[in-house]
Each structure stands twice: as C-alpha cells, then as structure tokens.
C-alpha cells in the first residue's frame, strides 16, 4: 500500500467549499497518493466557541504532514485562514498555497513562509505544489 501524504486543508467556507469538495473527490479515488483531512469551522473566529475550535484544529495542523491554503477570491479576508496559516508556520508544517485564479490576492500571512504554490486548482499542479514542499 502506498503512503497517503496528510494534508489539512484551510480555505474560505463560505466561498470556497466547492474546491475543498473537489479535493474530497479527488481524495476518495484510490489512485490520488494524498490523503485530506476536512475540519471546517463554520463559526466566528471571535465566537465563544473559538477557542475550543482553535485547540482542535490545532491537534488537526499538528497531525498533518502538509497545510494546503485554498486561495479563492475572498480569503486573504479571512480571520479564520489567517489563524490557520500563522498556527501552520509556528508548528513547522510543510505550506502549499493553492489560487483557484492566479489573480486572486494572497494573504498576508503566507507571505514570505516559504510556501509551494500552485498558480491554478487542478490534481497536476496541485500534486506538484505538495511534491515540491
């Protein structure tokens, strides 16, 4: 059997969640060598739920071995993929950043952390991203 790489993925749920999807999808075929792990938090960053979510999700980045950012139109909006960025960096996960238009504005936060990017959302380019992280 061959090794399944652990990717946690962070994106935009509100606008995004359809290529997170498509990375289920593709992870659900046998012949994709990445294995990815869904905890989405549907809630304010600044919820009082926030804190019980932060310290699972943090358990979840630990335990990857890759942190994919889904970069959609709205995330370097995001306080929530902000967090999970600066949380991925302080744990010394492996980044691959992935636009789903290369025009779309990266956030902040994954600037200068030495992040693989993938310039468009397909299994190729994305594969290729994670490989070279």
Known sequence: ????????????????????????AWDANKLFDFSIHDHSADV?????NATAIKSVL????NEATYFLVIVGAKTHKSAWVKWEIEKAVELKKRIVAVKTDREN?????????????????????IT???DNA
């Open 58 to 61: 943090s358990r979840y980045i």
């Open 44 to 48: 304010s960053i600044n919820s009082t």
């Open 105 to 125: 504005t990266s956030p902040d936060a994954l600037l200068g952390v030495g992040a693989s990017w993938a310039m468009s959302f397909t299994y190729d380019a």
């Open 128 to 130: 290729k991203a994670i």
């Open 1 to 24: 059997m061959a090794y399944k790489k652990k990717v946690f993925v962070s994106y935009d749920y509100d606008n995004d969640k359809h290529y997170k999807n498509l990375l289920l």
